[in-house]
T-cell receptor, first 115, second 110 residues
Framework: DAMVIQNPRYQVTQFGKPVTLSCSQTLNHNVMYWYQQKSSQAPKLLFHYYDKDFNNEADTPDNFQSRRPNTSFCFLDIRSPGLGDAAMYLC??????????????FGPGTRLLVL | SQQGEEDPQALSIQEGENATMNCSYKTSINNLQWYRQNSGRGLVHLILIRSNEREKHSGRLRVTLDTSKKSSSLLITASRAADTASYFCATASQGGKLIFGQGTELSVKP
């Protein structure tokens, strides 16, 4: 089945230690998104890729970076995690963001814990 | 900035009852979508309603959209314990991004 896969499902890191979360998709979608979701809150868009074009949200901290080496994979790098970065990180895909808001397909998320 | 606000924040009902959740938004939209999120999991798309549509059905789900009031509602009929989850509305505007509401936490008791 076509799907969005996130690894790992749970990640524990130390304060200030760089961490990378990964996302892969078999849907062959053009657009990939990274969201941060804290407990009992709405998902908050960090950035998205339209093909290789990177689109950062204005309020996304510089501490968060992303890479998309090919259509299938996208990575979220947190350069120096702080305690406030502990959250669920959700990856999502859609066929074409320029189609004015298509359905997004989400992975199961990676829960990040910062010690 | 948050586009959608949902009401109620939490809803507890008995199995078999209907559940209604409401979503209000601020700016003009292209479409509005509803998603479900089980605890500790990703979001699952439920239904999309376009700005020129007023009502849409999918199985036990009924969604309405009133663009004059900038509001939408999600009705789940004959609820089941498996419907227990958080439900989010998301609005799509210029540029195609989705802006999510705060969500309604639904608990369906057997």
């Amino acid at each position: 089945d076509a799907m969005v896969i996130q690894n790992p499902r749970y990640q524990v890191t130390q304060f200030g230690k760089p961490v990378t979360l990964s996302c892969s998709q078999t849907l062959n979608h053009n657009v990939m998104y990274w969201y941060q979701q804290k407990s009992s809150q709405a998902p908050k868009l960090l950035f998205h890729y339209y093909d290789k074009d990177f689109n950062n949200e204005a309020d996304t901290p510089d501490n968060f970076q992303s890479r998309r080496p090919n259509t299938s994979f996208c990575f979220l790098d947190i350069r120096s995690p702080g305690l406030g970065d502990a959250a669920m990180y959700l990856c999502a895909t859609s066929r074409d963001a320029r189609a004015m808001g298509e359905t997004q397909y989400f992975g199961p998320g990676t829960r990040l814990l910062v010690l | 900035s948050q586009q959608g606000e949902e009401d109620p924040q939490a809803l507890s009902i008995q199995e078999g009852e209907n559940a209604t959740m409401n979503c209000s938004y601020k700016t003009s939209i292209n479409n509005l979508q509803w998603y479900r999120q089980n605890s500790g999991r990703g979001l699952v798309h439920l239904i999309l309603i376009r700005s020129n549509e007023r009502e849409k059905h999918s199985g036990r789900l009924r969604v309405t959209l009133d663009t004059s009031k900038k509001s939408s509602s999600l009705l789940i009929t004959a609820s089941r314990a498996a419907d227990t989850a958080s439900y989010f509305c998301a609005t799509a505007s210029q540029g195609g991004k989705l802006i999510f509401g705060q969500g309604t936490e639904l608990s369906v008791k057997p």
